[in-house]
């Protein structure tokens, strides 16, 4: 018998599991920690509350989570309750799948005024991830600043345009959908510091854009390249760039139909945020793309801005013994290898890029690289106590775990809070959710 810890239950956490059954059969044991008492990880807190389709996903890993050799191990924070070298000791693998959860910072000037947040925080105030749940931006003003062109660009930008009434049917948490509802702003600029053909926005995504009941989007089409260069880009680029074209050659007049404009700002790079204590304006520099990059040209000018989100990237939080790199912002590894018995898998492998569907093949990528260090045997004879060693420590420690069995209490308790149409009203706090689960289970899963 051989025992795996995935550390995080995110995409890349199940799809490690999965994979480790499918390779291993029943001759495996998959314990899956979570510093939260639920699951998923991303797909709870990460992706949009309006995208539900991407957020269905999560049935497969419960088909995964529900096998007899897979175990969800909530409300353990590792590297706190359990350290990296303890769970070495008890398993023959550990592999971190913790993702990226902390915002890149902008490291500009006024960064840290009032109403300016980085998007994991953003994000998570309007998913309902209990660290930012009181957040509490002020959506009184009226401009907000986005900065970079990903899809988490476009995932804020979008969730600021929507009327309440677009929310229906979306697990946005009750919090956000209220201070959306009462929310005055009416210009939402995306900032980006390339033009048009190096943005990183996918086109179902930016399509969204398009079909908003009171938001519109606005490009210049002065900021366009000429039509015949776009045949060079890639595919789903090209599409994403026909829909700037699109959106570009919407008349003004019809364009100021509605009321909230989403402005595409490219060429501009931010430089300062102003602000007596909080922000105030944006500060940027006109840019020109040479070679790819973006330079900066000397003429700036000023954005006002009421709230500014950047959407720049994350990083992976660092584990107390897991060497990191701190120039890419993740764990330092050999395609998944950190140090003996020790991997990391998803964004806390190769940064946060790709979809979800990414963590698959990785997933399965990291399993085979544990197959092949059982068959040489860097991971030597098959002797670590695994989840029983696990559940003694926990014992010792007078851990509070949260097994899969309790999420499901929670799960439902969250699905008959729901307010009509929803899928569910999350808990936005730990306590909540703990006292949702009721008693503990006396046993796993
Ligand atoms: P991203 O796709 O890497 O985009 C980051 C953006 O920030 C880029 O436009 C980048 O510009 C800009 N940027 C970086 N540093 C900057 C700086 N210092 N100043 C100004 N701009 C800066 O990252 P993301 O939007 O966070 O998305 C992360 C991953 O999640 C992506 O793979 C994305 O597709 C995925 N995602 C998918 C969905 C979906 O499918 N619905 C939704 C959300 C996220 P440069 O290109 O010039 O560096």
Redesign the pocket.
């Known amino acids: 018998m051989r025992h795996i810890a995935v550390v995080g239950s995110g995409p890349a956490g199940y799809y490690t599991a999965e994979a480790a059954q499918k390779e291993f059969g029943d001759d495996v044991r998959v314990d899956i920690f979570d510093l939260l008492p639920v699951p998923y990880g991303l797909i709870r807190t990460g992706?949009?509350p309006d995208?539900q389709s991407?957020k269905a996903v999560s049935r497969r890993y419960e088909k995964t989570a529900l096998s007899d050799n897979v175990r969800f191990v909530g409300n353990v924070a590792v590297g706190r309750d359990v350290t990296i070298p303890e769970l070495r000791e008890l398993y023959d693998a550990v592999v971190l799948a913790t993702g990226a959860p902390k915002d890149?910072d902008?490291g500009l000037p006024g960064d840290d005024l009032a109403n300016v947040f980085g998007?994991a925080a953003f994000v998570g105030w309007y998913n309902g991830h209990p660290q930012f749940t009181t957040l509490n931006p002020d959506l009184s003003g009226r401009t907000a600043v986005v900065?970079?062109?990903?899809?988490?660009?476009l995932?804020v930008a979008r969730i600021l345009a929507k009327t309440p009434h677009e929310f229906e049917g979306s697990d946005i948490v009750a919090h956000a959908l209220e201070a959306l509802g009462r929310s005055t702003i009416e210009r939402i600029v995306i900032l980006?510091?390339?033009g048009p053909h190096?943005?990183?926005m996918?086109p179902k995504?930016l399509g969204e854009l398009g079909e908003l009941e009171r938001a519109a989007p606005h490009v210049d089409a002065r900021d366009l390249p000429a039509e015949a260069e776009d045949a060079i880009l890639e595919p789903g680029l090209r599409k994403s760039v026909t829909l700037l074209r699109g959106f570009a050659a919407v008349p003004e007049d019809i364009r100021a139909e509605k009321p909230v404009a989403i402005e595409f700002d490219f060429f501009a790079?931010?430089l300062a945020l102003i602000g007596a204590d909080r922000v105030e304006a944006i500060e940027v520099e006109r840019t020109e793309v040479v070679a790819g990059r973006?330079r900066g040209t000397g003429e700036t000018y000023r954005i006002p801005a009421d709230l500014v989100v950047s959407?720049?990237?994350?990083r992976t939080t660092p584990i107390p013994d897991v060497p990191f790199d701190e120039r890419a912002g993740r764990f330092a590894n050999d395609e998944g290898r950190i140090l003996p018995g020790l991997y990391c898998v998803g964004w806390a492998r190769r940064g946060?890029?790709?979809?979800i569907g990414t963590n698959k093949p990785d997933g399965f990528s990291v399993v085979e690289k544990i197959h092949e260090d059982i068959d040489s045997a860097a991971l030597g004879p098959p002797t670590k106590q695994g989840r029983t060693g696990f559940d003694e420590l926990a014992r010792a420690r007078g851990l509070d775990v949260v097994t899969f069995r309790d999420w499901k209490k929670i799960e439902e308790a969250e699905e008959r809070a729901a307010r009509e149409g929803a899928p569910r009203e999350k808990f936005v706090d730990i306590e909540a959710m703990i006292r949702a689960r009721g008693a503990p289970a006396l046993k796993q899963p």
């Open positions: 992706v949009a995208h991407i890149r902008l998007s900065i970079g062109m990903g899809n988490v660009a995932d980006g510091r390339r190096q943005i990183m996918t995504e790079q931010p973006a959407c720049i990237g994350y946060p890029s790709g979809t």
